[in-house]
């Protein structure tokens, strides 16, 4: 009777650790972005609506997609050094991470503010406020952090 008891056990455990790797695995796969495909398909769909919010002219929209774009791409060469280099030191690496990213932001805002009027910067900045926190601007399936 005992060691039926330990195999339930056993087997729960397993059950749990074979859910656990499949909603992490698929929770990496969100954050991590996939593929470049899925990538650029993300992007795409964002600029889109990036478009449409700060009412982009036809000059303005190539000018500033490359812009965005770039600011992308180096995000990533960023995330991947990071990972490459197994996190790091922990909070250290993360603190590093972040200054990092605040400084691309303030370069990418410095770049789009020679394309953009001073209405659109601010449209811009709420758009990408919305976005960090979870509101309209977060691409479907990435869900809202609690």
Request: hydrophobic share 10%.
């Given at each position: 009777m005992r060691s039926k008891t330990q195999f339930l056990s056993f087997l729960f455990l397993i059950a749990i650790m074979v859910v656990g790797t499949a909603v992490s695995s698929?929770?990496?796969?969100r954050r991590?972005?996939?593929?470049?495909?899925?990538?650029k398909a993300a992007f795409d769909a964002n600029f889109g609506e990036l478009t449409t919010t700060l009412a982009?002219?036809?000059d303005q929209s190539p000018k500033v997609k490359a812009i965005l774009w770039t600011a992308?791409?180096?995000r990533q060469e960023l995330m991947a050094s990071l990972r490459g280099s197994g996190g790091g030191?922990?909070?250290l690496a993360r603190n590093g991470m972040r200054e990092k990213m605040a400084e691309m932001d303030k370069e990418t805002l410095a770049s789009l503010t020679e394309v953009l009027t001073a209405d659109q910067i601010k449209k811009y900045e709420t758009f990408q406020a919305s976005r960090q926190r979870g509101g309209q601007g977060r691409?479907?399936?990435q869900g809202n952090p609690q």
């Open positions: 698929s929770a990496q796969g991590g972005g996939g593929t470049p495909e899925e990538q982009l002219t036809e992308q791409e180096k030191a922990g909070n691409r479907p399936g």
